[in-house]
């Protein structure tokens, strides 16, 4: 069976993920929560999947060597990393912020990624095979004001995952960058009830006003598409659950000349 890491794996998307690759995939789910990571653990047994729970701060390189090298002993080769991991806060104006807290954001979002991917990398190299999926935001993609910590951090990890699935295209590996769409998790009722979310980020709320919210089911089927090896073709891309797969599949080679599904400047 194929092994898959799921950080942030404790609760929200991140045990929605969980769950749903556990039909083809040993799950290792890693967070800082061990009571979380417990009961994730316990629903993809209850389903008749094979999971553990490995507890860890994906910005912690020393406690990140120390989980993969556990899961490659207890689970077997890494064959899918998803790099899920992630926070939302700070919301407000930057001038009025802690730069602590803001690049707190910048090193969940990203810098944990990157930690991670860099350290399935090598075996997957010696394998010739293997999946990243970077969860990214539709918000990596556009600008809001308020909210920079968290765009920043997901431009910058969207952009990453085009760079490394560059450099990796030759050698096997896909690296994609997903964004999940908006799904009522606690990341989400934060920014729509607490009291910075309301103040500053009073458009989330119209997102589920208006019936665009989705349910975890939808990203996690995106999920698994991804990890299917059958989208390998898109590697270096960044797609959504509202973007249909196999039509892309089918317009690769135009997807491919004009950049398309990735990050650009548009220019006169």
Known sequence: MKVAVVTGGGRGLGRAFALALAADHAIAVMARSAGELDETVALVHAAGGRARAYVADVTDHAAIERAFASIERELGPIDLLVNNAGVVAPLGPFADGEVGDWWRAMEVNLLGPVICSQRVLPGMRARRRGRIVNVASGGGAIMRPYFSAYITSKTAVIRFSECLAAE??????????????????????????????KKWLPWFKDIFDQGRDLPPERPAALLCALASGRFDALSGRFVQPSDDLDRLLDCVGEISSQALYTLQVPKL
């Open 168 to 197: 990796v295209a030759s050698i096997g590996i896909a690296v994609f960058a997903m964004g999940p769409g908006t799904v009522r998790t606690a990341m989400s009722e934060y920014s729509l009830n607490s009291p910075e979310g």
